[in-house]
């Protein structure tokens, strides 16, 4: 090829060496190539346009680079755009398209360049375009889906110290728990119930759990402990409060306690403990099926707020029925357990039971000469309610 061929047919490397010095110009007609085929790629994000166009420069002159010969591959403006995109909430097949259309950029120029001729040349630089848009486009990936793991956990973390603040005991800040709310907005006014529960089968029940309450009008907050979790119900009536609380005991099969109910959200630390207590009272002897409310049960409290003092009650109460074999101990105490839950009434504990009324009076009389409590005396009855529900709480 003579000297004068050499300057009307430039070689590609020369062409991209040419491109290399316009790319800026490059970098504006690839901005305006991806939001015109990504029509929400600015409207749904926050990136901005001077970011885009900075990271379209960025590669344009990096590929350009490799392409003239003046510099080696270098792959950190595709790991920058990577982050950046997934930083600022740019779609991961949003940021590939971008690859490709920057690929097509230059493979177009380069045919403008060279008047329209594909020599042997131009085909091989072809090659190698698409090859560089493959290896930029898997590190711009890689960088992004790190980037975007980081961003979960730490969004992840930043609830979960959210979640604490919010059961946390307010007395030293009574403004942190309304600025936890504000967070997961929820208002800061309302019926509020703080519910402890045995834990779920798995972390999409919680999930489950609140979009179902969330179906009803009611929004809750949720944080997974050791043994179960606690959550934060809150409505904007009290009937929806209960109604929420109807809905937990058909989803949550396990014991369920609630705190009593509160408007401002200074009452949670409180009621955490109170949600936690009332649990508590819920035995393992008696329907799991309702949730126990910490107002309704006086007794149970008392027993588990006090345990030592309760299983002591229990063993002086209950004497000589406690060394009953397994088998005929518990019959007795289910028997008392039924004819309590009946209000005192033999007819309604046997139809309960199942049982024959004389098999019931049979048992009672048993009970009576076992523990030496009469059941025509009031107060020696309801010692005998303390002893049984101290015993089947607190063992």
């Known amino acids: 090829m003579t000297a004068t061929e050499f300057e009307l047919h430039p070689s590609p490397t020369d062409l991209a060496a040419a491109m290399l010095d316009e790319v800026d110009d490059l970098a504006t007609e690839l901005v305006r190539r991806i939001l015109g085929a990504e029509h929400a790629y600015l409207e749904s994000t926050l990136l901005t346009p001077e970011q885009l166009h900075e990271a379209s420069r960025s590669n344009l002159a ?22 950046l995109k997934a930083e600022q909430g740019v779609p991961l097949a949003a940021l590939l ?12 120029e380069l045919m403008v360049r060279s008047d329209g001729r594909a020599s042997h040349a131009l085909l091989d630089m072809a090659a190698q375009v698409w090859a560089l848009v493959d ?23 930043a609830r979960g110290r959210l979640i604490r603040v919010l059961f946390a005991d307010h007395a030293a800040n009574p403004t942190a728990a309304a600025d936890a709310l504000r967070a997961f907005r929820i208002p800061d006014h ?11 089968a798995t972390a999409a029940s919680i999930d489950g759990l609140i979009a179902r309450l969330r179906a009803d009008g009611t929004e809750s907050v949720w944080d997974a402990e050791v043994d179960g979790s606690v959550g934060l119900i809150c409505a904007a009536t009290e009937s929806e409060l209960d109604s929420a609380l109807d809905t937990l005991s058909e989803l949550c099969p396990g014991r369920v306690g609630v705190s009593s109910i509160f408007r401002s959200p200074s009452g949670i630390g ?13 035995s393992l002897d008696s329907s799991p099926s309702m949730p126990v409310r910490y107002d ?24 000589d029925l406690l060394t009953l074999p397994r088998p005929e101990r518990q019959s007795l105490m289910a028997t008392l357990d039924a004819w309590f839950s009946c209000g005192g009434s033999t007819k309604a504990a046997a139809e309960s039971l199942h049982y024959h009324r004389n098999t019931v009076l049979y048992r009672l009389r048993r009970i009576a000469e076992l ?9 020696q009855v ?13 063992t």
């Open 62 to 83: 990096s590929m350009l680079g490799k392409l003239s010969g003046r510099a080696p591959i270098r792959l950190e403006s595709a790991q920058a755009a990577g982050r």
């Open 97 to 108: 398209h971008a690859f490709r259309l920057g690929g097509r950029l230059v493979w177009d």
């Open 135 to 157: 290896v930029y486009s898997d590190e711009a990936a890689e960088a992004y889906r790190e980037s975007a793991d980081v961003r979960a956990r730490e969004s992840a973390e």
């Open 190 to 200: 309302g019926y509020f119930a703080v519910v402890s529960q045995e834990p779920l």
């Open 270 to 282: 409180d009621a955490v403990g109170q949600a936690r207590l009332a649990r508590q009272c819920s």
């Open 296 to 319: 309704s049960v006086p007794v149970p409290l008392l027993l588990v707020r006090d345990p030592q003092s309760g299983r002591i009650a229990s063993r002086q109460i209950l004497g």
């Open 371 to 379: 523990t030496g409590r009469d059941f025509r005396d009031p107060a």
């Open 382 to 394: 309801a010692e005998l309610y303390v002893g049984l529900r101290a015993h089947q709480l607190l």
